[in-house]
């Protein structure tokens, strides 16, 4: 499983991903939507976590933008104050919209549920 995580806030989104590889899953990081189309543009990825308020723009075009490159990528949107217009639109979008804090536990479980992966 390959996972690019994008949150503007790097301690946050630099602790996940190292909690991620030390289970075994490969995870990579960006804090904006320029450095993520460049790593999706330079190697695969099964899935993106995105956080829906980014610098510059929004995840929700961040999805847009990455679907179209990667049509087969799956997403989750993590978000620590989503509007419900934001909630309507990345539902659409999205495998699952969940809120920060969200434990690790529920978030490799989502992750695992969005690729029909079958825990244990």
């Known amino acids: ?7 503007d806030e790097e301690e946050f989104v630099v602790t996940v991903a190292e909690r991620l590889n030390m289970r075994g899953i490969d995870a990579d990081w960006a804090t904006n939507a320029e450095d993520a189309l460049a790593m999706a543009r330079a190697k695969h990825y099964d899935l993106a976590v995105l956080d829906v308020k980014l610098p510059r723009t929004s995840g929700l075009e961040l999805r847009e933008w990455l679907a179209r490159d990667n049509p087969g990528m799956k997403f989750i949107f993590l978000t620590g104050h989503g509007s419900a217009e934001d909630y309507r639109v990345g539902a659409a979008g999205a495998a699952h919209y969940l809120g920060k804090p969200v434990s690790l536990q529920v978030l490799i479980a989502k992750m695992n549920e969005t690729l029909g992966i079958k825990d244990g």
């Open 1 to 7: 499983m390959h996972i690019l995580l994008v949150d």
